[in-house]
């Protein structure tokens, strides 16, 4: 359970950049968001859907392609996580 949380950790650290630039730049497109890997599938499904379910996170469905997008709250949520980032690249 822990390899799968820090998994998570990674992941959203990877994907809520690329979604804050497109959020600062005012988009409202959102971006589509795949695994790397097979084994990366169930953890980034699961997260994705905790982002969507706590409001973080919007998702659309377009036929084949799964968009997100930041949303008002999950930018000012992930703000502090998104500064860091940037300050401390991995």
Not at 1 to 17: G, P, R
Not at 61 to 75: E, K, S
Request: net charge negative.
């Amino acid at each position: 359970m822990q390899n799968q949380t820090v998994d998570q950790n990674q992941m959203l650290d990877e994907i809520l950049l690329c979604l804050a630039d497109e959020f600062e730049g005012g988009s409202r497109v959102g971006r589509t968001i795949e695994p790397k890997t097979a084994e990366e599938f169930e953890p980034l499904r699961e997260l994705l859907a905790m982002q969507v379910a706590e409001g973080w996170l919007h998702y659309q469905n377009f036929g084949d392609l799964n968009v997100y997008r930041l949303t008002n709250a999950g930018y000012a949520k992930h703000k502090p996580r998104i500064d860091a980032l940037r300050t401390f690249p991995n």
